[in-house]
């Protein structure tokens, strides 16, 4: 498990700029893993933000892209930078809403809460999650998450409100609908 390598190609709907490298790192982090990123030829290391946007800051939106990560869990790892790569709007708003199904086969337990706490942190944006219309719970505390009993298959809304609302609320959306994670 921990030396794991997998890859996944995406469409970029933002700029490679320092922000988002950055951004990229501390995502693969979350699941102790190494992103990479490669566009015909040229690729980097999300390890260094800095030379991700020196040798592909040049990309424009709709540019395909290669994301390999390697180490710890990669295929949540993928999912979340696939989402937030490519499921965020150039004009994205400060408040964002999400339907999601649970597609994890054993639901929302304490790992994927955690993964979902530790994600939410990374946005500037105060983060919701709901099941069946229900009550609201915050996004950033595990005990909260697994409260909601999110079996797969469950409905769950995701709303943020936030500068990065629309980032938040991508990824995590990519993270709980994923079967593999």
């Known amino acids: 498990m921990w030396d794991e390598s997998a890859e996944t190609g995406t469409t970029l709907s933002r700029p490679l700029d320092l922000r988002t490298a950055e951004r990229i790192r501390d995502i693969a982090g979350v699941f102790r893993a190494s ?8 690729a980097a290391c999300a390890d260094e933000p800095a030379v991700v ?12 892209v290669l994301i390999e990560c390697r180490g710890g869990h990669v295929q949540p ?15 994205a708003s400060s ?14 337990h304490t790992r994927p ?10 946005f500037d944006a105060d983060v919701t999650l709901s099941k069946d219309a229900g009550e609201e719970v ?16 469950a409905a769950l809304r995701i709303h943020a409100t936030g500068p990065d ?17």
């Open 165 to 181: 609302a629309e980032e938040a609320a991508a990824t995590l959306a990519g993270y709980i609908a994923a079967a593999e994670v």
């Open 113 to 122: 809460s955690a993964h979902i706490a530790l994600l939410t942190r990374l």
């Open 138 to 153: 915050d996004a950033r505390s595990v005990l909260d998450i697994g409260c909601l009993g999110a079996v797969h298959g």
């Open 95 to 108: 408040e964002a809403s999400r339907q999601v199904t649970v597609g994890m086969p054993h639901g929302i």
């Open 77 to 91: 790892a993928l999912v979340c930078l696939a989402a937030y790569l490519s499921d965020v709007p150039p004009d």
């Open 35 to 42: 992103a990479h990123l490669s566009v015909d030829g040229a």
């Open 53 to 64: 946007a020196d040798a592909l800051g040049h990309l424009v939106c709709g540019t395909d």
